[in-house]
């Protein structure tokens, strides 16, 4: 059975640098495609960066340049490092996993519909 389970999550600054951990469970981060979303009461779940089996990366223009998604297999770890927070990042954030294989690419462009398992989510509030 597949977990994952997000660490980190808390208030920060504006202009702040916050990372999130996502631990898997039931599955192995090298072994399929994983990502970050975020869910906010004004907007639907948005793909905010994506990673692959390859280690291949994609972001939304959203974050771009600001966030970036990285994993460390060893520890079966997915991350997120985000910086230079803005209000608008205010939201709960997710990680996910797909089954099977997809490129970082691909996944951004199917966004949640290629993901079938996910975390419980992370609130980050960033305050003025």
């Known amino acids: 059975q597949v977990h994952l389970v997000e660490f980190g999550g808390g208030s920060v600054r504006v202009g702040g640098s916050l990372r999130l951990s996502c631990q898997a469970s039931?599955?192995?981060?090298?072994?399929?495609?994983m990502a970050w979303f975020r869910q906010t009461p004004q907007k639907d779940r948005e793909g905010l960066a994506f990673?692959?089996?390859?280690?291949?990366?994609a972001s939304a223009d959203s974050v771009r340049g600001r966030f970036t998604i990285s994993r460390d297999n060893a520890k079966n770890t997915l991350y997120l490092q985000m910086n230079t927070l803005k209000p608008e990042d205010t939201g709960r954030y997710y990680c996910?996993?797909?089954?099977?294989?997809?490129?970082?690419?691909?996944?951004?462009?199917?966004?949640?519909?290629?993901?079938?398992?996910w975390g419980q989510g992370a609130l980050v509030p960033v305050t003025s």
């Open positions: 039931g599955i192995t981060s090298n072994s399929s495609y």
């Open positions: 996910a996993a797909g089954p099977g294989y997809m490129t970082a690419v691909q996944a951004l462009v199917f966004g949640a519909s290629a993901f079938e398992y």
């Open positions: 990673i692959d089996t390859d280690g291949k990366t």
